[in-house]
């Protein structure tokens, strides 16, 4: 069949119902984009290409559909870096098509010229780029069935002067595989394990949210043995935040319940996780790894079993599979022993620790620091982070999709959310970009038009991608609510210098001058101010009413004090030591 490149292209993603794009309109995408509206292709052109990036992160794990991220050859595409390696580590499928520069001037030297293959080489589950025109459908069929097979990124690379050429091809085939469902042997070990297991624990990772059917293979093999099942760093959607036997989120800020339960644990599944290390450092004092236990790790990628704990059993598979596999080969009295006492445990221990989550106020400081103390006296009427959120969950809806920014106040509301549903908890991932929230939220909600949504930054991560403000607004982008928690630093950063560095705040401080609502206002969105629980609960319930029934995008700026939750990575700091000095009296004059 004769056609021109484009129209080959263009077809090719119809094949695999990839409709919708993300990025900015350069010419080098222009014979492409230029048929994206006959196609049923729709555009959206952000304010920068990295939050363009992460509206598509958000689109697709939100929904699960694969969409595209595209821009301009050169520096359109470099500004993707930081949201494809974000979607690398956030196990999320996009098509990354990088125009490139024509292959008769490559090596010139020329305008907007960059090696883009070796660019994104690290960033990428899958990269081939297009050797000749008629190879264009081919390659572009090739690289999304990578990037689903992996569930990652996979990146096209075309040269320009491709595009507008007439080929004679033929259309290519999908070919789909059938996910593993682990080795025989490996099943019927776990199967053993945990059939005589007097404590089992299941953890669940992104895999049993990507896998179809993960999270309920997981839930019927808890209650078959009265598991209680706790959640990795950042996945409090892998499994319903309704039943009983949910334990939270692991790691960081996580939940005190699930980390005294799986520290009793003497056998751990962990399904669909690759057991990375934020879910399983220390939190609220309790270095909870149970050394001593069996441990099943569950992962498609062989690579990742074994990579950060000592793994009894490894099961290269499908979660969803897996589980059903192992649930199939329990013994008839798999979890009997002690399942009385082990669900009262469970009970116990939960409600110790909802009870204990609603009385917590204020952050505190470790031993020779002061700086909560001071910052509650500096402003003693402004809300403290817990105090915010409280405020927020009183007022978001459980259906909501919700996104999180890396940052210490995003970071406290760790504990706080759970979900009945999978695909519902944003987050920026391994990865830890600034600047995740709004613009992800944003793709989650072109995805799901029909569901609330509510993202959240600090006010320093939340700079990094202000300027989507400027294009959200259009008549054709969906409403969606956004809070920022303002406190006027770089919360994360200053938590560091309180322990490590003797109050030395450099490059911590942010503008107090600024007002995100009022820049809000500016760009034709509804701005509001909240300095109180009750003011932040009544203008979320109010957002989320005008997102859903007026199509009107609110930002809320929740007004808090300059609280510091626990650092990042206590495991990464340790006090500086001064061996040669440093004097300002060394410096010298440059010569020009």
């Given at each position: 069949?004769?056609?021109?490149t ?36 729709k555009?959206w ?16 794990r ?5 969409c ?17 390696k ?22 010139q ?37 990578q ?30 595989f ?8 490996a ?29 309920e ?22 499994f ?39 879910s ?13 236990a069996k ?10 079993i074994?990579?950060?704990?000592k ?10 599979k ?6 199939a ?17 469970i009970?116990?221990t939960k ?105 959240f930054?600090g ?9 989507e ?50 820049i ?42 300059q ?30």
């Amino acid at each position: 069949m004769k056609m021109t490149t484009e129209e080959a292209f263009v077809k090719t993603l119809q094949m695999h119902g990839i409709d919708n794009a993300f990025g900015i309109i350069g010419s080098a995408m222009m014979p492409i984009s230029d048929i994206f509206p006959d196609a049923g292709i729709k555009f959206w052109d952000c304010a920068h290409e990295t939050s363009g990036g992460m509206m598509a992160d958000g689109f697709t794990r939100a929904t699960g559909k694969m969409c595209m991220m595209i821009a301009q050859n050169g520096p359109g595409i470099t500004n993707f870096v930081t949201a494809v390696k974000t979607a690398y580590w956030n196990h999320t499928p996009v098509l990354l098509v990088t125009p490139q520069a024509a292959n008769k001037t490559i090596g010139q030297g020329g305008f907007q010229e960059m090696e883009q293959m070796n660019l994104f080489a690290d960033c990428v589950a899958y990269q081939e780029e297009v050797r000749d025109p008629s190879r264009i459908a081919e390659t572009l069929n090739r690289v999304i069935m990578q990037a689903k097979r992996a569930s990652a990124p996979a990146q096209i690379n075309i040269p320009r002067d491709f595009w507008t050429q007439v080929v004679d091809i033929d259309l290519p085939v999908i070919v789909d595989f059938e996910l593993p469902q682990g080795g025989d042997t490996a099943v019927a070990d776990a199967a053993k394990m945990l059939s005589e297991a007097k404590f089992p624990v299941i953890l669940n990772g992104a895999g049993a949210v990507l896998s179809k059917g993960g999270i309920e293979a997981s839930r019927i093999l808890a209650e078959r043995l009265d598991a209680p099942v706790c959640v990795g760093y950042q996945h409090n959607d892998a499994f319903p935040g309704n039943h009983p036997l949910f334990a939270g989120p692991l790691g960081y800020n996580g939940s005190k319940a699930g980390m005294q339960l799986i520290s009793q644990a003497d056998v751990v599944l962990c399904l669909g996780t690759r057991l990375n290390p934020f879910s399983t450092l220390p939190g609220y004092g309790i270095d909870y790894w149970p050394t001593d236990a069996k441990i099943i790790q569950v992962d498609l990628n062989p690579d990742r079993i074994g990579l950060t704990k000592k793994v009894t059993v490894g099961i290269v598979g499908d979660a969803a599979k897996v589980a059903q596999g192992i649930t199939a080969q329990l013994s008839d009295d798999a979890g009997d022993t002690n399942r009385t006492e082990r669900k009262n445990t469970i009970a116990t221990t939960k409600s110790a620790w909802a009870q204990e989550l609603t009385s917590m106020t204020e952050e505190q400081d470790d031993p020779g620091t002061d700086w909560n103390v001071r910052a509650r006296a500096a402003k003693p009427d402004w809300m403290a982070p817990r105090m915010a959120w409280r405020a927020i969950q009183k007022a978001l809806p459980v259906e909501a999709i919700i996104s999180s920014d890396i940052g210490n106040n995003c970071a406290i509301g760790n504990a706080y959310p759970s979900f009945n549903e999978s695909r519902k908890y944003l987050a920026p991932g391994l990865f830890g970009p600034c600047g995740y929230g709004l613009p992800s939220i944003v793709g989650a909600k072109i995805g799901k038009p029909d569901v609330p949504v509510v993202g959240f930054a600090g006010d320093g991560a939340f700079g990094i991608s202000v300027n989507e403000l400027t294009a959200i607004g259009r008549g054709d982008w969906p409403a969606i609510t956004q809070i920022v928690f303002r406190n006027y630093q770089w919360g994360a950063e200053k938590r560091n210098s309180t322990l490590w560095f003797d109050d030395n705040f450099v490059g911590t401080e942010l503008d107090e001058d600024v007002s995100y609502a009022g820049i809000a206002n500016a760009c034709g969105l509804k701005g509001v101010v909240c300095r109180t629980q009750d003011e932040l609960t009544e203008a979320l319930a109010q957002a989320i009413k005008d997102q859903m029934e007026n199509g009107i995008t609110t930002l809320i700026e929740a007004m808090i004090n300059q609280e510091l939750g626990d650092p990042f990575r206590r495991d990464a700091m340790k006090k500086p030591v001064q061996v040669a000095g440093i004097s300002k009296d060394d410096m010298r004059e440059q010569v020009v």
